[in-house]
Every structure is written in C-alpha cells, then in structure tokens.
C-alpha cells in the first residue's frame, strides 16, 4: 500500500501542474490517490502546493566579437608645405677682393679712392677691363659717361660682382648664419636679445627648405 501511494506521488509530481496544486484523495476504504483536479464528494481531500518555480536560467553570456574592426587611426597631419629658398649671392668686394654672402645680387655702386685699388700705375683700361675684371666699374663702362671730377679727384666708382648661390650652397650659408647668430645670441646681454630671436626663428623657418 505505502509503494502504491509513493508512485502515485511521484506520479502525480512527475505531471505538468500549471497552477502548482494537486489533490490527494482518500477514499470510505482509505485508498489513496493523487490527481490535478479536486476529489468527487465522498473522498476526503487534502490539497497539495507543488512548487513548480524553477530557478531562471541566465542566459549564456554573448561571445565577444573578436573579428570586430578596430577603430581606425588617426590620420596622419598633412605634410607641411616644404619652405622655398631665399635667393642668396656669393659675392666679391671690389677693393680687396674679400668674398660675403648677400642677398642682393646687384648691389650698388659706391666711390672708393682710386689709390685704394692698388692701381695708380696702371692705365684705366687695365683696372677695369670689364665688367667682371677686378670688380671695378669704371663711370664710361657703367654709366655711359666719363665724370672727370671723380677721376681728378682719385675717386671711380666700383661695384662688387656677384653671382647666385646653387641650392646646396644656399643651405650650407644658412647654416652658417644660424650658428654665428646662436654664438651671437648666447653671449648677448638680455636688451640685445631680441632682434637675434627674431633672426633665429628666420632663418630656422628658411632652413627648412634644405
């Protein structure tokens, strides 16, 4: 009898019970039984709460996306326009023949004593000679007219001869001059500092074109 009522609740647990309620019933001979429904009016019932929660299954975590892209790089800054050379002059002084570094290559003439040349005992033709002989340009050549007041006086006008620095030497001059003005500029008191930072910041804008 007891193996009976065991399988019977067993039975009766293994139902799907939507509300959660079974009923046991007993009989006038005291036979027991367990169903989903009441118990017919000569059986003694007793209800039964069947605990049908069932623990919520988490939902398995989502698998992370390893083939998702990855943000893309910042983009590169564009590339600064590369600064353009300034025009530069190796140049000779016409009274001693000293080379410097211009950027003017035409510059002006200007009077010197004609005994400062070395060349009072030589005819003007020879002194001159042209346009790229010592560097002197004597009035008649340059001008188109003689000016007998300044060769009276021993004075010629002269006119230093220059021609255009290659790119390479132009580069090479530049770095030349920012170091003499780096030298300049770190023995200089503080009140003359400033127009060599302005030159400083000049010719490191210029050099970055080499």
């Known amino acids: 009898m007891l193996r009976l009522c065991?399988?019977?609740?067993?039975?009766?647990?293994?139902?799907?019970?939507?509300?959660?309620?079974?009923?046991?019933?007993?009989?006038?001979?005291?036979?027991?039984?367990?169903?989903?429904k009441p118990c017919s009016g000569?059986?003694?019932?007793?209800?039964?709460q069947l605990d049908d929660s069932q623990p919520a299954t988490p939902p398995p975590p989502e698998a992370m996306d390893t083939t998702a892209t990855p943000p893309a790089a910042p983009s590169p800054p564009p590339?600064?326009?590369?600064?353009?050379?300034?025009?530069?002059?190796?140049?000779?002084?016409?009274?001693?023949?000293?080379?410097y570094t211009s950027d003017n290559g035409d510059p002006q003439p200007y009077q010197v004593p004609y005994g400062i040349l070395g060349a009072s005992a030589l005819p003007l033709s020879q002194v001159y000679g042209g346009r790229n002989?010592?560097?002197?340009s004597a009035p008649e050549l340059n001008r188109g007219r003689v000016t007998p007041g300044l060769?009276?006086?021993?004075?010629?006008?002269?006119q230093d001869q220059c021609r255009e620095l290659t790119?390479?030497?132009?580069?090479?001059?530049?770095?030349?001059?920012?170091d003499d003005n780096a030298d300049k500029l770190?023995?200089?008191?503080?009140?003359?500092?400033?127009?060599?930072?302005?030159?400083?910041q000049e010719l490191r804008s210029q050099l970055q074109g080499c």
């Not at 790119?167 to 920012?178: K, M, W």
Request: aromatic residues 8%; proline residues 7%.
């Open 6 to 36: 065991i399988l019977a609740l067993l039975l009766v647990l293994s139902l799907p019970a939507l509300a959660g309620t079974a009923y046991q019933c007993t009989d006038a001979s005291g036979k027991l039984s367990f169903q989903d």
């Open 151 to 158: 060769i009276a006086n021993h004075y010629v006008w002269v």
């Open 79 to 99: 590339p600064q326009p590369i600064a353009t050379l300034p025009s530069m002059f190796a140049c000779v002084r016409a009274t001693d023949g000293k080379p």
């Open 133 to 136: 002989a010592a560097g002197a």
């Open 167 to 178: 790119r390479a030497e132009t580069c090479r001059a530049l770095r030349d001059a920012f």
């Open 42 to 48: 000569n059986q003694r019932q007793q209800v039964l």
């Open 186 to 200: 770190r023995r200089a008191f503080k009140s003359d500092q400033p127009p060599l930072e302005r030159r400083e």
